[in-house]
């Protein structure tokens, strides 16, 4: 018999609990059949029953597509398996690496091709018992400026023309020294008092300007390159004087460089017949024998001569790639191919002392003038 709610409504018979019940296990008005005759979701519902995927056809979970990190999507079988990807054992091991005992010390990690205090102290320990070196401090020293000079010379300090060229002028007679011509070649003139005139143009002698560099790394020891990057006049752009290097240091050498519109003082400091001492310091790749140090005092010979150092000391107790080297020798690249003939390639090289000079004061790239006495000394040749 049918049962009804108070508001009327037709209630639906319970499920029997009793497995001889001979009440329905289900009610027939929610849509469902007998246990086990369960319609499909789709039978609720009029017209086409459309599945899950988004193009009407239902994927299982392996088909379906998954988002890859650029946002394409790509399916979940095409992905590399984990058994195929790269294994942690294909990795650098740990006893490949090197072992803690064998890493060099804190020091030479951070300053392995530079030089450090103890490397400094000892350059400087270098330079002082050399007993011929002459640290630039003459300010006090007397003049030693020439104040006669040939007629030709001052013409040429001039910039009008070369010697040559200033006699073939003399000789012409348009050379006039205190309102007198001149005509005779070897004539002297006093720098101070006298007054000379080309043409009734008055000539001033050329100032003479020296100035010293801590030149830097990775420029080109040269007055003008159009295949440089950089030159060292490119640091003297404040100069108001026209000058040039004295020597040359290569690209990679660093350390003290001298500039110069006095084309003798140039030549007394380059020429070897006139032996000016250069003091370098150097690091190496390796440390250097004592073996080999013995060789370079002794003298090696290279494809251009035979070469001996002056001097060569170890200047880091710590170090032994780490050396002081004095010579005389203004070959090209003299310092490095030294090291080379006993197989260790320089890997830092800066000069720290030359005829007197040094780069005291200047940090890399700076430069300033010489003194007076500075000037004085290098005249007399008093520098070695």
Same mark, same amino acid.
């Not at 929610?30 to 009029?46: F, L, Q």
């Not at 990057?229 to 100069?239: A, P």
């Given at each position: 018999m049918a049962e009804f709610s108070k508001d009327g409504r037709k209630l639906r018979p319970r499920r029997s609990t009793s497995a001889n019940s001979s009440k329905p296990a289900y009610s027939t008005a929610?849509? @469902?059949?007998?246990?086990?005759?369960?319609?499909?979701?789709?039978?609720?519902?009029?017209?086409?029953h459309r599945s899950f995927g988004r193009d009407g056809e239902h994927k299982s979970y392996g088909e379906r597509k998954s988002f890859s990190r650029d946002g394409e999507r790509k399916n979940y079988g095409d992905r590399k398996p984990f058994g195929e990807r790269k294994q942690f054992g294909e990795r650098k091991q740990y006893g490949e690496r090197k072992p803690y005992g064998q890493k060099p010390a804190y020091g030479a990690r951070r300053n392995g091709n530079n030089f450090n205090k103890a490397s400094d102290d000892g350059i400087n320990r270098m330079i002082a018992a050399s007993p011929k070196a002459q640290i630039s401090d003459f300010d006090s020293a007397p003049s030693a400026i020439k104040e006669e000079i040939r007629l030709n010379k001052f013409i040429a300090n001039s910039g009008v023309c070369s010697r040559r060229e200033a006699d073939t002028m003399i000789q012409a007679g348009v050379v006039t020294v205190n309102g007198e011509v001149v005509t005779e070649l070897g004539t002297k003139v006093n720098v101070l008092t006298d007054v000379v005139k080309f043409n009734g143009e008055t000539l001033r002698g050329e100032a003479k300007v020296y100035i010293v560099m801590n030149k830097p790394k990775g420029y080109v020891t040269t007055a003008s390159? /159009?295949?440089?990057?950089?030159?060292?006049? =490119? #640091?003297?752009?404040?100069? /108001?004087?026209?000058?040039? /290097?004295?020597? @040359? #240091? =290569?690209?990679?050498?660093?350390?003290? #460089?001298m500039f110069t519109n006095d084309g003798e003082i140039s030549e007394r400091l380059t020429h070897p017949s006139y032996d000016k001492k250069k003091i370098y310091q150097v690091v190496l790749n390796k440390p250097l024998t004592e073996e080999d140090r013995q060789k370079i005092l002794s003298g090696i010979q290279l494809n251009d001569g035979l070469i001996a150092a002056d001097a060569l000391e170890f200047i =880091? /107790?710590? =170090?032994? @790639?780490k050396l002081g080297i004095e010579i005389h020798s203004g070959k090209n690249r003299i310092v490095r191919r030294i090291f080379e003939a006993v197989g260790c390639e320089v890997r830092t090289l800066d000069r720290v002392y030359f005829a007197g000079l040094t780069k005291k004061g200047l940090k890399k790239g700076e430069w300033r003038y010489l003194t007076e006495g500075e000037v004085n000394i290098l005249k007399m040749g008093a520098y070695v």
């Open positions: 929610g849509g @469902r059949n007998n246990y086990g005759e369960h319609k499909s979701y789709g039978e609720h519902k009029s017209g086409e390159d /159009p295949h440089a990057d950089k030159t060292v006049m =490119d #640091l003297l752009k404040n100069c /108001p004087n026209r000058v040039y /290097p004295v020597g @040359r #240091l =290569d690209k990679a050498t660093t350390g003290v #460089l =880091d /107790p710590e =170090d032994k @790639r």
